[in-house]
């Protein structure tokens, strides 16, 4: 993949958010409509160059336009085996994807509320936990399969399926590994620590930022994605590889490697809020999101996105990034 010359497709309309499940591309409209959209139709506009069209261009691509089956607009959400599970206002709710027509339409009769605690934001990882970001009420865990996985932690049990990790701040949530890294805007950012041992999971502990960097001071915005613990700094960018089993204790070596640095232009702004795709990090900054495949290696798009997703764990959109502004969305494709 090269962030050079990216194919660029801009839908006109005003969007509040959109994802993918099954070669199909979700996008949510601030009056309530969720219109589905077929990807193999939809990527014959793709262009080298950037492509605008309206919905009425693209009308062959669209499966089906379906209300919202939730009671309001998500904060977040996530799918995981043809489900979506949302944040709202009123708590963490899930709902049905069918898969089993044409329309792949999403049913309204499946709404399901599993919990009522505000929340922020989610990740789900691929054997069905979930990592929930509560804000001032801290990090929580769900336990979508609500298999017996041999846990021989204990956090406090809400009820059978939430679990809090750490009282402490949370704004949103990233999957390292077996461990969840919880980044705060009010606090210090932290990993909650966990490893495999004879086919056990087990919790070493919160680890906060300043233990994992070595120093003191707290970073801008930090953030992790399987073996790497990112964080801005008014200097720029740190990072550092972490090794998962060596929070066992009796492991050779330390879980988390020497600081590695790269430059950032300060121009960009403040950064806000960060992810990792196969392609490279991706900064939201005040002024312009920003894609960083390494070093040397940027791909800037100079105005401030509503909101915006990248999928690196799905075959087919592991090279997409998803953008929404204020009166329409682009598909960016690497």
Same mark, same amino acid.
Not at 50 to 66: A, F, P, Q, R
Not at 105 to 117: G, L, P, R, Y
Not at 125 to 135: C, Q, Y
Not at 185 to 214: H, T
């Given at each position: 993949?090269?962030? /050079?010359?990216? &194919?660029?497709?801009?839908?006109?309309?005003?969007?509040? !958010? =959109?994802?993918?499940?099954? +070669?199909?591309? @979700?996008?949510?409209?601030?009056?309530?409509?969720?219109?589905?959209?077929?990807?193999?139709?939809?990527? /014959?506009?793709? &262009?080298?160059?950037?492509?605008?069209?309206?919905?009425? !261009? =693209?009308?062959?691509?669209? +499966?089906?336009? @379906?209300?919202?089956?939730?009671?309001?607009?998500?904060?977040?959400?996530?799918?995981y085996n043809n489900k979506i599970y949302a944040v709202l206002d009123e708590g963490l709710y899930s709902a049905?994807?069918?898969?089993?027509?044409? +329309?792949?339409?999403?049913?309204?009769?499946?709404?399901?509320?599993?919990?009522?605690?505000?929340?922020?934001?989610?990740?789900?990882?691929?054997?069905?936990?979930?990592?929930?970001?509560?804000?001032?009420?801290?990090?929580?865990?769900?336990?979508?399969?609500?298999?017996?996985?041999?846990?021989?932690?204990?956090?406090?049990?809400?009820d059978s399926k939430i679990d809090q990790i750490s009282k402490d701040h949370s704004s949103f949530v990233n999957?390292?590994?077996?461990?969840?890294?919880?980044?705060?805007?009010?606090?210090?950012?932290?990993?909650?620590?966990?490893?495999?041992?004879?086919?056990?999971?087990?919790?070493?502990?919160?680890?906060?930022?300043?233990?994992?960097?070595?120093?003191?001071?707290?970073?801008?915005?930090?953030?992790?994605?399987?073996?790497?613990?990112?964080?801005?700094?008014?200097?720029?960018?740190?990072?550092?590889?972490?090794?998962?089993?060596?929070?066992?204790?009796?492991?050779?070596?330390?879980?988390?490697?020497?600081?590695?640095?790269?430059?950032?232009m300060p121009y960009k702004g403040k950064p806000l809020f960060a992810e990792v795709s196969m392609f490279g990090?991706?900064?939201?900054?005040?002024?312009?999101?920003?894609?960083?495949?390494?070093?040397?290696?940027?791909?800037?798009?100079?105005?401030?996105?509503?909101?915006?997703?990248?999928?690196?764990?799905?075959?087919?959109?592991?090279?997409?990034?998803?953008?929404?502004?204020?009166?329409?969305?682009?598909?960016?494709?690497?």
């Amino acid at each position: 993949m090269s962030l /050079e010359n990216p &194919k660029i497709l801009r839908i006109l309309g005003d969007y509040w !958010d =959109i994802f993918t499940v099954d +070669n199909k591309v @979700y996008i949510w409209g601030f009056d309530g409509s969720v219109i589905c959209l077929d990807w193999e139709k939809l990527k /014959e506009y793709l &262009k080298t160059n950037e492509t605008v069209v309206e919905l009425k !261009d =693209i009308k062959n691509s669209i +499966n089906g336009i @379906y209300q919202n089956p939730f009671k309001e607009l998500h904060t977040d959400f996530a799918t995981y085996n043809n489900k979506i599970y949302a944040v709202l206002d009123e708590g963490l709710y899930s709902a049905t994807i069918n898969t089993n027509n044409t +329309n792949n339409s999403i049913k309204t009769e499946t709404v399901e509320k599993i919990w009522d605690c505000p929340l922020f934001a989610l990740k789900i990882k691929s054997n069905g936990r979930v990592a929930l970001a509560g804000g001032e009420e801290g990090l929580f865990q769900y336990d979508i399969l609500k298999k017996e996985t041999g846990y021989i932690y204990k956090f406090h049990n809400y009820d059978s399926k939430i679990d809090q990790i750490s009282k402490d701040h949370s704004s949103f949530v990233n999957w390292a590994h077996s461990s969840i890294f919880s980044s705060s805007n009010r606090g210090e950012s932290y990993l909650a620590g966990f490893y495999w041992k004879d086919g056990q999971i087990n919790y070493k502990g919160i680890l906060n930022e300043s233990e994992i960097f070595g120093k003191n001071n707290s970073g801008e915005v930090s953030w992790a994605y399987r073996g790497n613990i990112y964080r801005t700094t008014s200097n720029g960018l740190e990072y550092i590889s972490f090794t998962q089993q060596k929070l066992q204790g009796n492991r050779q070596g330390q879980p988390f490697s020497e600081v590695k640095k790269v430059p950032f232009m300060p121009y960009k702004g403040k950064p806000l809020f960060a992810e990792v795709s196969m392609f490279g990090s991706i900064i939201e900054c005040e002024n312009a999101l920003v894609v960083m495949e390494n070093e040397k290696s940027f791909f800037n798009i100079p105005e401030p996105p509503t909101r915006w997703r990248v999928y690196p764990e799905d075959a087919i959109f592991k090279n997409h990034l998803h953008v929404i502004f204020e009166d329409y969305l682009k598909l960016y494709v690497f």
